[in-house]
């Protein structure tokens, strides 16, 4: 597939979402692996000046997608994706922790057939490195103990802000997300399975960047009450395919 559309939500990134755009700009323009390609930023209310910068770009690949208000990570990725017309869909967090040339690893997966593949932290190949402070591995680890036993098993990180999906598979999978805020990397995760679509998760490098917008003590809790969710969502039926 040679068409791909890139979704990054953003959320008071004025900071760095410059230099974000520029560094995936080059790299398809440099790669030359795709022939087509959108960048859709979604915009979750920011305050600071991050329409501003997204808008004084000329280039016609890059999109500005306004929430107004903010509604969470998950709300915006699902507009993206939801927005999004090429048959490649790559989410990436808008700070590129996760360097955008980890692409070429992600699309080897899906040239052999899987669905979705994932980024991951937590897994090495002996050439990835990852740079994270001593408290987000803690809380990473903590909350991955809990996915397992909650909700899903069988990955290492379903985190990881970087993850490659068709948009078939991924178009079907959010019309039945309900989380909008930063547990729905689980969700989707588990509407997936249960959809039957093949997930590959692979190493990827990853560099802590400053400025994150998770709270460990508050937002943890809120991830964890959110698997709760899930799996009561689930029982009730709100993931049945109709």
Same mark, same amino acid.
Request: with cysteine; charged share 25%; net charge positive.
């Given at each position: 597939?040679?068409?791909?559309?890139?979704?990054?939500?953003?959320?008071?990134?004025?900071?760095?979402?410059?230099?974000?755009?520029?560094?995936?700009?080059?790299?398809?323009?440099?790669?030359?692996?795709?022939?087509?390609?959108? +960048?859709?930023?979604?915009?979750?209310?920011?305050?600071?000046?991050?329409?501003?910068?997204?808008?004084?770009? *000329?280039?016609?690949?890059?999109? $500005?997608?306004?929430?107004? =208000?903010?509604?969470?990570?998950?709300?915006?990725?699902?507009?993206?994706?939801?927005?999004?017309?090429?048959?490649?869909?790559?989410?990436?967090?808008?700070?590129?922790?996760?360097? +955008?040339?980890?692409?070429?690893?992600?699309?080897?997966?899906?040239?052999?057939?899987?669905?979705?593949?994932?980024?991951?932290?937590?897994?090495?190949?002996?050439?990835?490195?990852?740079?994270?402070? =001593?408290? *987000?591995?803690?809380?990473?680890?903590?909350?991955?103990?809990?996915?397992?036993? $909650?909700?899903?098993?069988?990955? *290492?990180?379903?985190?990881?802000?970087?993850?490659?999906?068709?948009?078939?598979?991924?178009?079907?999978?959010?019309?039945?997300?309900?989380?909008?805020?930063?547990?729905?990397?689980?969700?989707? $995760?588990?509407?997936?399975?249960?959809?039957?679509?093949?997930?590959?998760?692979?190493?990827? $490098?990853?560099?802590?960047?400053?400025?994150?917008?998770?709270?460990?003590?508050?937002?943890?809790?809120?991830?964890?009450?959110?698997?709760?969710?899930?799996?009561?969502?689930?029982?009730?039926?709100?993931?049945?395919?109709?």
């Amino acid at each position: 597939m040679s068409e791909i559309s890139v979704v990054l939500p953003a959320y008071n990134e004025e900071k760095r979402i410059g230099n974000s755009l520029q560094k995936i700009v080059h790299y398809f323009s440099a790669v030359g692996r795709f022939d087509q390609f959108e +960048i859709i930023v979604v915009d979750d209310g920011s305050t600071d000046n991050t329409k501003e910068i997204i808008k004084s770009y *000329r280039h016609s690949e890059i999109i $500005l997608l306004e929430n107004g =208000l903010n509604r969470g990570k998950g709300f915006s990725v699902k507009k993206g994706i939801l927005h999004a017309k090429y048959p490649l869909i790559l989410f990436t967090d808008s700070d590129l922790s996760t360097p +955008i040339h980890e692409l070429d690893n992600l699309v080897r997966f899906i040239d052999k057939g899987y669905d979705i593949v994932i980024g991951s932290r937590n897994l090495s190949d002996g050439s990835n490195t990852v740079e994270r402070s =001593l408290s *987000r591995t803690l809380m990473s680890r903590g909350f991955n103990v809990f996915v397992s036993s $909650l909700a899903c098993r069988g990955f *290492r990180d379903t985190q990881c802000g970087f993850k490659l999906f068709r948009s078939s598979a991924i178009k079907e999978v959010v019309q039945y997300q309900q989380l909008h805020r930063f547990s729905f990397d689980v969700e989707i $995760l588990f509407i997936a399975k249960k959809c039957g679509y093949n997930i590959k998760e692979v190493p990827v $490098l990853w560099c802590e960047e400053k400025g994150s917008k998770v709270n460990p003590i508050n937002d943890g809790v809120r991830m964890v009450f959110d698997l709760f969710k899930i799996r009561c969502m689930n029982i009730t039926g709100k993931y049945t395919r109709t």
